[in-house]
């Protein structure tokens, strides 16, 4: 009797074992461990308490482990509803502000889209993950390099390039959509010629402390539909690449 409990209680432990075994994968050395998926869902269920409603944008957010975009030192605060640092004076965005840019952004698969400011890699990333072609520019070299290799590892449809985002990236325009990650003190003439008509740029504009997020569409060259959505609080698009 009491060797057929132990039995069926190993049966159990190795079982157990083997379901926290499958749901852990690795990625440049970094696990995705249960704990990071059941983060992962928590945090989704928070950002659709805050009012996202975009079940895909949702769900690509689910798939992708942010914490692969943090520096090992800090991987514990990656499910937090925070911005945080990823060097160089910069940050990665608040979850909420990436899930609402990408649901303003109305992504379909096959879209084109250009990114301004890589960063760390994680909007791409989620942008991919809805089936997008991305093309990203960075204007800080050390994040550009780390931000293509992990988005190379994990496989990401993401053309990374280093420069000034003020110019747009005319060689794979016109794009479908445009984001940009960072604070813009107006819009750039460049990223409204080089959007398709229909296009949508979505782009924080304002100085200091204090953005409003626009979502422009373009009816066609000159002619544009803008709308506010809200406050947001961006690091700077600067003028020159370092
Ligand atoms: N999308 C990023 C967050 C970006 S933070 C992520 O998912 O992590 C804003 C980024 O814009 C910073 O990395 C900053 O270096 C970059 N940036 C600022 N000015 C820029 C410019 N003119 N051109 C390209 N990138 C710029």
Request: hydrophobic share 40%; net charge positive; glycine share 6%.
């Amino acid at each position: 009797m009491q060797s057929s409990v132990v039995s069926i209680q190993l049966l159990v432990m190795s079982k157990t074992f083997i379901i926290f075994e499958n749901a852990t994968t690795y990625f440049c050395g970094v696990e995705d461990t249960f704990k990071h998926q059941a983060l992962r869902k928590k945090l989704i269920l928070h950002l659709k308490k805050s009012g996202i409603k975009d079940f895909k944008v949702l769900q690509a957010m689910e798939k992708i482990p942010r914490h692969f975009f943090f520096n090992s030192a800090f991987l514990q605060f990656a499910y937090d509803d925070v911005a945080f640092q990823i060097g160089e004076g910069q940050t990665i965005s608040q979850p909420y502000t990436v899930a609402r840019q990408t649901e303003l952004l109305e992504v379909r698969k096959g879209d084109t889209i250009l990114e301004i400011g890589t960063g760390s890699g994680y909007q791409a990333a989620v942008l991919s993950g809805l089936g997008a072609t991305v093309v990203s520019i960075e204007r800080n070299k050390k994040l550009h390099e780390r931000a293509k290799n992990m988005l190379e590892e994990l496989k990401c449809h993401v053309k990374c390039f280093y420069g000034d985002g003020y110019k747009g990236l005319p060689e794979f325009a016109p794009y479908d959509r445009i984001i940009v990650t960072a604070a813009a003190p107006y819009v750039p003439d460049n990223l409204l010629k080089q959007l398709k008509p229909r296009g949508i740029l979505i782009i924080p504009v304002g100085k200091d402390n204090l953005q409003v997020m626009k979502k422009i569409r373009k009816i066609d060259e000159n002619e544009y539909d803008i709308k506010d959505f809200g406050n947001f609080s961006f690091v700077p698009l600067l003028n020159e690449t370092s």
